[in-house]
Every structure is written in C-alpha cells, then in structure tokens.
C-alpha cells in the first residue's frame, strides 16, 4: 500500500512539474562581427525572441585580448556580439538575414570609417551544422543580388572568443541615459553621427520582429 501511494506520489509530482518543464525557454547562440559593437548590441537585444547580448572578441591568436590590443589589428580579432537566444521565437536563420541587412557585408576589414581587421564582416561558427547554416543563408543573400558588390563576409570557426570589458557592454544604452556631465567621458562624436541613426533606422525596420 505504501509503495503504491509513494508511486502515486511521485507521478502526481511529475505531472504536476512537467509543464513547467516544457516552458522552459530554449537557449542558443550566435555569434557574429559586423564593425563596431556598440552599433548592433542595442539592435540585436530588442528583437523577439532575444534573451541577452553581449560584446566581446573572437578570432584571434590571444585567449583574452584588451581592447587596446584589438585596436592594432594585430591579433586578429574581430569585434563581435554574441546573441544568446529561443530558436522556437526567432531562428539563426532570421538572425542573420537581420545581420546581412545591418550592415554593409561588402565591405572587406572595414565598416564606413571604421577601418581594419578587427571591423570585418564574419560569422562565426562553433560546429559544422552551425558552418552549413551560415554558408546556406551566405549564398542565398549573394544570390539575391541585394548589394550591387560581392558580400565579402567571412566564415570562421569560432576561437578565443572573451567578453569586452564592462565600458563596452551596453555602450549605446548607457549613453542615452548619460547625464551632459558623463557623456563628456564618452565618444559623443561617434554615438550621435553612427551609432544612434543606425539604431533607430533598423530598429523601424525590424519593428515587425521587436519585442511589444
């Protein structure tokens, strides 16, 4: 008797825990390099779907490079930001059609004034099924024609990926809710001539996949 109510214990518990379970988010990641972090970072985090993103370097020979290191352009890094996100919401696929549109993909180691390795369009991939779907959504934008020139975005394994120091997480946000006084600590130039008119352009051209 006791087996039997200690069973129906247990399943009951199970029933009961199960459906939490299956509302459970599921969590992946992406990360990609399309010139400056600030100006994606507060793009990316507003789409549905988008759970956190982060800045950070991938591609170069050293494990954790300083900002100033990837700013020579000698340890071939690459400015990224990595998307953690439900693909039951959003898809990679959707992600990176975002990605190819936000930028200028045909632009080779620069973004507008931005110039250098560590500004290049890349994907980056942690396993060959990660690869394939980046080379798929890769030749279905060349094939579209969408940019008069070759898209020269690379495809790269993913290696010595490390976070950006904490000034650089959220940059644009903590921007826009500076004081006067702490802005004159911050590059105003930059955010005011590049990073704020993208923001707000691919924000409007994306409202469809933002969060409410």
Same mark, same amino acid.
């Given at each position: 008797?006791?087996?039997?109510? %200690?069973?129906?214990?247990?399943?009951?518990?199970? &029933? =009961?825990?199960?459906?939490? /379970? &299956?509302?459970?988010?599921?969590?992946?990641?992406?990360? %990609?390099?399309?010139?400056c972090?600030w100006?994606?970072?507060?793009? =990316?985090?507003? %789409?549905?779907?988008v759970?956190?993103?982060?800045?950070?370097?991938?591609?170069?020979?050293?494990?954790?490079?300083?900002? /100033?290191?990837?700013?020579?352009? &000698?340890?071939?890094?690459?400015?990224?930001?990595?998307?953690?996100?439900?693909?039951?919401?959003?898809?990679?696929?959707?992600?990176?059609h975002? =990605?190819?549109?936000?930028?200028?993909?045909?632009?080779?180691?620069? /973004?507008?004034?931005?110039?250098?390795?560590?500004?290049?369009?890349?994907?980056?991939?942690?396993?060959?099924a990660?690869?394939?779907?980046?080379?798929?959504?890769?030749?279905?934008?060349?094939?579209?024609?969408?940019?008069?020139?070759?898209?020269?975005?690379?495809?790269?394994?993913?290696?010595?990926?490390?976070?950006?120091?904490?000034?650089? /997480?959220?940059?644009?946000?903590?921007?826009?809710?500076?004081?006067?006084?702490?802005? %004159?600590?911050?590059?105003?130039?930059?955010?005011?001539?590049?990073?704020?008119?993208?923001?707000?352009k691919?924000?409007?051209?994306? &409202?469809?996949?933002?969060?409410?």
């Amino acid at each position: 008797m006791l087996s039997a109510l %200690l069973a129906l214990g247990i399943g009951a518990f199970a &029933a =009961f825990a199960s459906p939490d /379970q &299956a509302e459970t988010p599921k969590s992946e990641s992406i990360v %990609l390099g399309a010139g400056c972090f600030w100006c994606y970072e507060p793009i =990316f985090e507003q %789409l549905k779907g988008v759970s956190a993103v982060e800045v950070g370097y991938a591609g170069g020979a050293l494990p954790n490079p300083t900002y /100033q290191q990837v700013c020579t352009g &000698a340890t071939g890094h690459a400015e990224v930001y990595k998307v953690t996100y439900d693909p039951e919401v959003i898809t990679a696929e959707d992600l990176l059609h975002v =990605f190819f549109t936000v930028h200028d993909p045909t632009q080779l180691n620069r /973004q507008g004034m931005d110039v250098g390795t560590q500004y290049r369009s890349a994907i980056f991939y942690a396993n060959e099924a990660e690869k394939a779907r980046a080379e798929k959504v890769l030749r279905e934008m060349s094939s579209a024609k969408i940019y008069d020139r070759k898209i020269v975005t690379t495809i790269e394994p993913l290696r010595n990926y490390s976070r950006a120091e904490e000034y650089h /997480q959220d940059y644009w946000e903590k921007y826009e809710k500076a004081t006067p006084a702490e802005r %004159l600590h911050m590059n105003v130039g930059y955010c005011n001539a590049v990073v704020t008119p993208k923001v707000l352009k691919y924000r409007q051209k994306f &409202a469809h996949l933002m969060k409410g």
